[in-house]
């Protein structure tokens, strides 16, 4: 009987280890949650925007918008990493390994860092580059035409839109994150209540499918605070 009951024990123990080994190896960082996976790059944001002179809360804003901090992120567009670098600027800025988020912040922060200087400090004309590059802004921003590599041709009816291109998801990018900007009273390791998947905030969110998140579709701001937030002194 005393055998019996020592076996049984070894077997539960054995299958208990076995269900909680197959538990850890799930649990991967797309099921850890978004502040918890802020928590986890704010070290490297902190210090990449200190060493660029940087507001905190642009590095992190891009952040969050780019991959919901998460960096195994990959888009179809192929890029990757928490800030969601090309393979290009990647190359262009040292980043090895865009999933490493040591590197990829450090890069991204120097991209953004000379965005602003490119844009003379215009924080929405450095999200709009960041979204779609920065020839791309250029192009809208002084009405000619740009042949790209790939050969695709962008405004070729050369238009002039002060710099944002009039790409929807351009528009909402930097709509999204200036409002985001203006939000002075988040702090340090911030998540919108609003972005809570809580029952209340649902109907005044989209989902996005690609990142497995809800962002704003209903973020506010007025014209004066939008002007104020569109600039900022680079260090």
């Known amino acids: 009987m005393m055998q ?3 076996r049984s024990v070894v077997v ?3 299958m208990g280890a076995g269900i909680n080994a197959q538990t850890n190896r799930a649990v991967g960082p797309s099921q850890v949650s978004l ?3 802020a928590r986890l790059l704010e070290p490297y944001i902190a210090y990449s925007a200190q060493r660029f002179g940087l507001d905190a809360r642009l590095l992190r804003i891009l952040c969050f918008m780019e991959s919901r901090f998460r960096v195994e992120a990959v888009s179809p567009k192929g890029a990757r990493g928490p800030m969601q670098l090309m393979p290009d600027t990647a190359r262009r800025y040292g980043v090895l390994n865009p999933h490493d988020p040591r590197q990829a912040i450090y890069g991204a922060a120097r991209y953004l860092r000379d965005l602003l200087i490119r844009f003379g400090g215009r924080v929405d004309l ?5 979204n779609a590059g920065e020839s791309t802004v250029e192009s809208f921003l002084a009405g000619r035409s740009l042949l790209l590599p790939n050969g695709k041709l962008i405004n070729p009816r050369r238009l002039v839109t002060g710099g ?3 790409y929807t998801e351009t528009r909402d990018y930097v709509r999204q ?3 985001l900007l203006l939000r002075k ?3 340090q390791f911030w998540l919108p209540s609003v972005l809570s998947s809580g029952r ?6 989209r989902r996005d499918s690609v990142l497995d998140a809800y962002v704003e579709s209903d973020l506010k701001a007025s014209k004066t605070q939008l002007r104020m937030a569109c600039f900022i002194d680079v260090q």
């Not at 450095?126 to 960041?130: K, P, T």
């Open 4 to 6: 019996t009951l020592i």
């Open 12 to 14: 539960v123990l054995v």
């Open 35 to 37: 502040n918890e996976r």
């Open 126 to 130: 450095a999200m709009a580059a960041y």
């Open 164 to 166: 944002i291109p009039p």
């Open 177 to 179: 994150g200036l409002s």
């Open 185 to 187: 009273e988040l702090p």
């Open 200 to 205: 209340s905030h649902v109907g005044s969110l």
